[in-house]
C-alpha cells in the first residue's frame, strides 16, 4: 500500500534574470557573515560599500536584460512566478538606485546616531529584494510574500532609532498599522483567488477578461478588489489611510524616512499597477473612480494638511501623501500614457526626496525638524541651501525640474481621459502645496538668523554627492525629459506565460 | 449534514479563542487561547481532506510555536496581569463596533450570493482521490510556488536580523570600533 512514486519535474529557472535578486540578498548574507566571523572589527564604511556595489551590480544586469526584453520580448520564469519585463527591470533600476543614495546618506547617519552599520545595510538590502519582488511578481502569493519581506526590514529600520523619544512611538505605529494594512491586502487577494480560481496574475487576467463581469459572483471580485485597493493605498500612504505617514516619517530616522518615500513608496505603486491596473484590467469599472476618489482625498489632505505643520519633516510627510494622490492621477487614468506618467512621476520623486531627505538628515537633530533650524541655512551652508531649493522647488512643480514634468504628464493623462475635475483639482492643490514649500525656502533664504552660535553641520563626502547628484537629476531630467520619457514608456508589464 | 455540524463546532472553536486571545488579562492565558483557535483550524483542515496539514497544524503551531510563546512569556517574567487600557480615542468602541457590524454584514452579504461554492470543487472532497496529499501539497510547493518557497528564506533572514537588533542592549564598544564622531 506504497503511495506510487511519481517522477516529478523541477520547473525551469532562468537563473541570470533572477540574478538582480541573488546580488541583492548576497550582498546582505556577506555583509553578515563578513562582519560577525571576522577576529577584528570591521569598518564601518565596509557594509556601505558592499551596499552600494551590490546595488549597483543589480542595476547593470537589470539594464543588460533591459537589452535583452528589448529584442526578445518580455518572458516568465519559474513557474511564471517571476515576469522579466519593462515595467520589472524599471522598478529593479529605480530600487537599486534608490539604495545606493539611501547607503550613503546612511553612512554618516549610522555613525553619528551610534546605529549598528551592517544590520542597517542588510536591512536595506533584503527590503530592496522584497520592492523588486513585488515589482516582478506574477503571482499574488509573490507579491505578498515581496511585500512582507519589504515591509518587516522597513519596520525594523524604523525601530532602529528607538533611543530617540519620537523613534519608538514611529516603529510602534508603523508595525501595527503596517501589519493591519497587510491583513486586507491578504483578505483582498484570498478574495480573488476564490473567485478567479487562481493565484497567478496571468491566469487571473485571462479569466477576468474573458469572462468579464460573468465572474460568479462578481460581488466577491469586487469586494477583493476594493480590499486591494485598501491595502495597497495603506503601503503608498495615499489619504485616508496615511494616518501612520507623519508620525512615523518624524521619528524615523532622516535617510529611512527617504527610503520610506521612495523605495516603498514605489514598489507598492508597481504592486498596485500590476495586480490592480493590468491583471484586473477587465474590471476597470470596479475600481478607476475609488482610485480616482483616493487620488482627490490625498491630494487635498497632503495640501492642506501640509500647510498648517511647523516641522519640516512633517511637512514633507504630508506633501508625501499629496504626491502619492498626484501620482494615482496617471494610475487611475488606466492607459499607456497614464502608466508611464505614474512611472516619471515616481522616477523623479524618488530623487527630489531622497535628496530632500539627505539635506535633513544633515541638518538632523534629537527632537523634530522646526522650521527655526532652517533660519539662515543660506548663509552657513549655501551650497546645502540652494540644493534643498531645488528639490523643494521641484517638489512644488516648477517649470525646469522633473518635477514640473512629472506634474505635466500624470495632469495630462488625466485631461485625455476627460476627468477634468480631478486635473482641475491636482492643479489649484498644487498651487496651495507650492506656499508651505516657499515657506521653506523662505526660512532659509530670506530671514536675518542668528548664525554665530549655530552648531557648525558637517556634511561628509558620500551624502554630498548624493545630494548633487540628485540635484543633478532633477534638473536635468527636468530641462530634457524625452529619454526618460521614453524609457518609461517602454516600461510597460506584459503578464506572459513561459520563457 | 454532518459537514454543517463539523464546521459549526469548528468555527465555534476557532472564534471562542480568537477572542479570548485578545480579551484574556493574562499573557499565559492570550498564549493558551490560540492553541484553542489553532486546533479549531485544524478541524477544518481535516473535514477538508487535508490530513497532513491538519497534523502539521497541531505539531508546529500548537506544539512548538505556541510552547515557544510561553517559555518567552515565563522567561520575562510577564505572566502577570497586565492592564492595557490606554484611554484610546473617544468614541472608539463605538466606532469599532460599527465598524465590526458592517464588515459582519458584507460577509453575510457575500455568503448568500455564492451559491454553489466559489469554486466547481465541492466542499469536503479531496482535489484529486487517488494522490496522497503529501504527494499534493509537494507539487504545489516545489513547482508552481518554488519561488515563493524560497522567498520566503530571504523573509526568515530578516526576522533574525531584526530579532537581533531589537533584542539587543546597546553596546558602546561597538560605536568606537565604527570610528564614531560626537
Sequence with gaps: MFAQLTQFESPPVDFFSLTPLFILVGGAVVIM???????????????TAVSVAASAGAAVVAMVL???????????????????????????????????????????????????????????????????????????????IGLESLSIGLYIL????????????????YFVLGAFSSAFLL?????????????????????????????????????????LLVGFAFKVAAAPFHFWAPDVYEGSGSPVSGFMASVAKAAAFAGLLRVVVVALGANEGDWAVPLAVLSAISIIVGAVMAITQNDVKRMLAFSSVGHAGYILVGVQAATAE??????????????????????????????????????????????????????????????????????????KSAVAEEIYWLAILAMVASVITAFMYLRIVMAMWARDADVDDAPRLAVAPATAFVVAAAVAITLVYGIIPDSLIEFTRDAVPALVAGN | MIDLIVFLVAAAICLVGAVGVVVARNPVHSALMLVMTLFGIAVHFVAQEAHFLAAVQVIVYAGAIVVM???????LGV??????????????????????????????????????????????????????????????????????FELTSVLLIIAVIGAVILSRKPRPELEESQGGES
Design chain 1, 66 to 144: 533591459w537589452n535583452d526584453v528589448r529584442e526578445s520580448g518580455p518572458y516568465s520564469t519559474v513557474s511564471d512566478a517571476i515576469g522579466i519585463d519593462g515595467f520589472s527591470l524599471f522598478f529593479t533600476v529605480l530600487v537599486s538606485l534608490g539604495v545606493i543614495a539611501t547607503a550613503l546618506v546612511g553612512d554618516a547617519y549610522v555613525r553619528r546616531e551610534h546605529i549598528a552599520a551592517p544590520e542597517f545595510h542588510a536591512l536595506l538590502l533584503t527590503a530592496a529584494t522584497g520592492a523588486i519582488v513585488m515589482a516582478s511578481a506574477n503571482d499574488l502569493v509573490v507579491m505578498f
Design chain 1, 187 to 227: 483578505y483582498g487577494i484570498a478574495l480573488v483567488y476564490g473567485t478567479t480560481g487562481s493565484t497567478s496574475l496571468i491566469v487571473i487576467r485571462e479569466r477576468t477578461s474573458s469572462l468579464g463581469a460573468m465572474v460568479s459572483p462578481s460581488e466577491l471580485l469586487i469586494v477583493g478588489i476594493a480590499l
Design chain 1, 158 to 173: 524604523a525601530a532602529m532609532q528607538f533611543r530617540r523619544p519620537h523613534g519608538r512611538e514611529a516603529a510602534m505605529k
Design chain 1, 33 to 47: 557573515l563578513v562582519t560577525s566571523l571576522s577576529p577584528r572589527p570591521i569598518p564601518g564604511w565596509f557594509s
Design chain 1, 338 to 411: 497614464g502608466m508611464s506618467s505614474a512611472l516619471f512621476y515616481l522616477f523623479a520623486y524618488t530623487f527630489m526626496v531622497i535628496g530632500s531627505f539627505a539635506v535633513v538628515s544633515v541638518i538632523g537633530w534629537d527632537n523634530g525638524h522646526p522650521i527655526e533650524r532652517y533660519e539662515g541655512l543660506a548663509k552657513r551652508r549655501p551650497w546645502l541651501a540652494g540644493a534643498f531649493t531645488v528639490f523643494l522647488l521641484a517638489q512644488a512643480g516648477v517649470p525646469m525640474t522633473a518635477g514640473f514634468v512629472a506634474k505635466f504628464l500624470v495632469i
Design chain 2, 69 to 75: 510563546f510561553l517559555f518567552v512569556i515565563m522567561l
Design chain 2, 79 to 148: 505572566d502577570v496581569h497586565t492592564k492595557l487600557d490606554l484611554g484610546g480615542l473617544k468614541g472608539q468602541r463605538v466606532a469599532a463596533a460599527a465598524f465590526g457590524v458592517v464588515g459582519l454584514g458584507v460577509l453575510v452579504f457575500l455568503m448568500t450570493r455564492v451559491e454553489d461554492g466559489i469554486t466547481s470543487q465541492p466542499a469536503g472532497t479531496p482535489i484529486d482521490p487517488n494522490t496522497p496529499d503529501i504527494n499534493q501539497l509537494a507539487h504545489s510547493l516545489f513547482d508552481q510556488y518554488v519561488f515563493a
